[in-house]
């Protein structure tokens, strides 16, 4: 069974990052993201470049939790005080005690600063220690190679490639899976993490 409670406001928080649940007042937060940088959107399913898709954005996933299908977060890099994007749980399967981490984006800036694996590590703790889930699902487009590059750095296992099996912006996208067993965090992964934060 997984643990959570989607009406709570969870706020997972290490020191260096904050994850709080996303709201719309974040919208002014993440604004400056989408204008000065829309390639941060080059591999997404669903694009936030730009006022109206921002705010389609924001509107999607914080309807997502109200349907109980995702819990979105917005990031708060402690070290600089300001906020750098925004992750999420989403395709929860309860049956099979699994979730799945993604829709992950942090401003440039924030790129290779440690920012991705705390936040990582905070969530995956949450997921494998708080809702006790057997198996968190990655999935990437199979051209992100920075995006899977990040994966495998935090633990993540390649498990395949689905060929054409979503319909994105651009046509049609191969996606990459991966994903992280609860064995796997607990005999060596968080310890290997840690390492890393």
């Not at 694009?47 to 509107?59: A, V």
């Not at 498990?159 to 991966?178: F, H, K, M, Q, Y």
Request: net charge positive.
């Amino acid at each position: 069974m997984i643990l959570l409670d989607f009406n709570k406001n969870y706020i997972l928080d290490n020191g260096f990052v904050q994850l709080r649940p996303l709201t719309m007042d974040d919208y002014e937060h993440l604004l400056p993201y989408s204008l000065k940088e829309p390639e941060l959107w080059k591999y997404s399913l669903t694009p936030g470049d730009g006022k109206e898709n921002l705010k389609k954005y924001i509107q999607t996933a914080i309807q997502a939790r109200i349907d109980k299908k995702a819990y979105p977060f917005i990031v708060y890099d402690k070290r600089y005080n300001t906020y750098a994007g925004c992750t999420r749980f989403y395709d929860f399967q309860q049956p099979h005690q699994a979730v799945s981490l993604g829709y992950t984006w942090y401003g440039k800036e924030f790129h290779g600063t440690g920012l991705n694996k705390n936040c990582k590590f905070l969530l995956l703790q949450f997921a494998f220690e708080h809702m006790k889930v057997q198996r968190v699902e990655f999935r990437a487009d199979n051209n992100n190679k920075r995006s899977i590059a990040a994966m495998k750095s935090i633990g993540c296992k390649e498990e395949g490639v689905l060929r054409s099996n979503c319909a994105s912006p651009t046509g049609r996208r191969d996606s990459i899976v991966l994903s992280i067993l609860k064995y796997e965090w607990f005999s060596g992964v968080k310890k290997e993490l840690v390492k890393k934060l």
